[in-house]
């Protein structure tokens, strides 16, 4: 079983925070080294808005100061980490306001990002197609939909007007009548709805997302240089359900990660899908997913016990 040496890891530690944003660095402290979790806090705030909801390029591919749902289920998704502090549950209180205000009646759900995406720097999946009247990511409901939903769950005494139930009924509705996958990302959503549903919500999500990591899913280790969804990506964690995912895999894509880290110890591991979308206004973008996408593969190392501490 091949493991992060020490010394590796320490290399990447000091080169992490070097580069990575003060968030990234906040979040690797308090991960690995018992950091302080309101340092944490303090970080992910900073992203908030006055109306509660996220942006200020949370999500690095778009500029965008004001708040969206996309940029919000970052927010959430960090804030979930440390939502034991009482401070961590004012910003969530307010996230959930936003969200209710948010809310789209005739999508039962969320759109990623509004139009105003256009107005600063973006990649071109984040374009608003103002025909469309969305961009590409919203062809998929689940994203950030169903993971907004998830946080909706966790949190529901802060939830004032959206049907809870009626919502969950949609999202079940709408993965189990999805017969061809054509969103990794929209899966990843789904997985943190089952983290937050109940027993008999679980049940019929069980089979569907299973059946969505099945479609999605690359095996092929040739491509795992690439920008295909892995099978960490799906269990980032070895407390968490399989859903069908090859344990052999699992541990091979751990191998995987161990070697990219010791062959990438002097710098950081760099966006698989390339540096062409990231010039002028996007340099910055391009440097933060460095750190964030080190930072996601050491945890997902830790995670199961693969660095030498």
Sequence with gaps: MLKLSNQSFKTINKKLKEIARPLDIAHFNYHFQQGDKQALITEIKKFQNKDGGFGNALEPDFRLPLSTPMATSIGLRLLKMVDNSQSA????????????????????????????????????????????????????????????????????????????????????????????????????????????????????????????????????????????????????????????????????????????????KESLIKPPWGANFYKEGLKDAYQEWQGKLTLDILIRLDNYGRIER
């Design 89 to 264: 549950q004012k910003i969530i209180k307010k996230a959930i306001t936003y969200l209710e205000e948010s809310y789209n009646k005739d999508r039962n759900g969320w759109y990623a990002v509004r139009k105003e995406v256009n107005d600063y720097p973006h990649t071109p999946w984040w374009h608003f197609d103002k025909e469309e009247q969305m961009t590409v990511i919203d062809k998929s409901w689940g994203n950030p939909s169903a993971e907004l939903l998830a946080y909706l769950l966790r949190y529901r005494d802060y939830v004032k007007q959206i049907d809870l139930n009626s919502l969950v009924k949609q999202a079940v509705k709408n993965i189990q009548h999805k017969k061809e996958h054509e969103s990794e990302n929209e899966i990843y959503c789904y997985l943190k709805l089952y983290e937050e549903a109940d027993t008999k919500t679980k049940s019929p999500l069980k089979g569907s997302i299973a059946e969505g990591i099945k479609q999605m899913i690359e095996y092929d280790q040739e491509k795992w240089q690439e920008y295909v969804p892995l099978p960490l990506d799906f269990v980032p964690s070895p407390e968490q359900e399989r859903f069908g995912v090859s344990e052999s895999k699992i541990k091979s894509n751990l191998d995987f990660y161990v070697e990219l880290i010791e062959a990438n």
